[in-house]
């Protein structure tokens, strides 16, 4: 049997951290959103073996227990004693160590996945526990919808879709290591945005309350190892982005911007600064055949 997911990225509007855990985690208060920037992520059972393989069409990808997707599927055959194998097909469209979750994305999908075909019956909820052992925003990405995220990454408040915007993505050449930047969070000189505000701009659909509520308490943090982030921004700025903001860790930089001809201004204007530049929408993936009431019936 094989089944094909979509496995969309995520951007962060909203990335605040409190305080460390014990363990290092942090505590979180970020908002997330989906963007129709997408993985594709085939899964096809083998029996007679438990062996699990991954294959993906960049050269560079781990295709061992590194890749996130590979975990995931792990996860699942060991929990559930299952005695089948898998073959994972990841088609990347998503750039690799981009702060647009695409490891986490692509794991979620294979739980999303296996939990069909091995019929596993778990909603998405439970999915999102299992996928929280694997990284924090895996739980998100179960979801891919708008949402509020706190606690290590495992607590999601959904909230609703943004108004019509357009997005565009720079990412710049060089890449970044989430766990050094995350290492290096300076908690006693963080500027601490307001969540609850941000939370109620994109419950109100509000693009102007948004774009005065958003921050990353990372930028500057990554902006110190990677001085150009700060250029990149400036220009999103300069030719015409609403708001422009880093995701993630880093090192991708996305401007908001309520007219579609400006939007395609910045990205032709960026072309010469980036090597990659997308245009990019808001979208919330359907995941309702996950949902309790309709699992049952599928
Ligand atoms: P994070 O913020 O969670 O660290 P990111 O969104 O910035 O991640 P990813 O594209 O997930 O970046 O890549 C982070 C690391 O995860 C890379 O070093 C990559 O080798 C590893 N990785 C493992 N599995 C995958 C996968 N399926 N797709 C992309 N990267 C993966």
Known sequence: ???IEKAPAKLNLFLD???RHPDGAPEWKMIMTTIDLADYVKVVTVSNTKKIQVETDTGFLPQDQKNLAFQAAIR???KFRINQGVQIKIKKKIPVAAGMGGGSTDAAAVLRILNRIWQLKLNLNQLAKIGLTIDS???????????AITGKGEILEPLRQLPPVWIVLAKPKASVSTVNILKKIPYRELQHGDFVQAKA?????????LVGAMTNVLEQVTINELPQIANLKQKMLDFGADVAQMTGSGPTVFGICSKLSRAQHIVNSLKGFCEQVYLVQSCHLNTDYLLPQKFENH
């Open 1 to 3: 049997m094989e089944i």
């Open 137 to 147: 925003d895996v739980p998100f990405c179960i979801y891919s919808q708008t949402a």
């Open 76 to 78: 699942l055959q060991k």
């Open 201 to 209: 701009a994109v419950l109100k659909q509000n693009l102007p309350d």
């Open 17 to 19: 951290t409190p305080f």
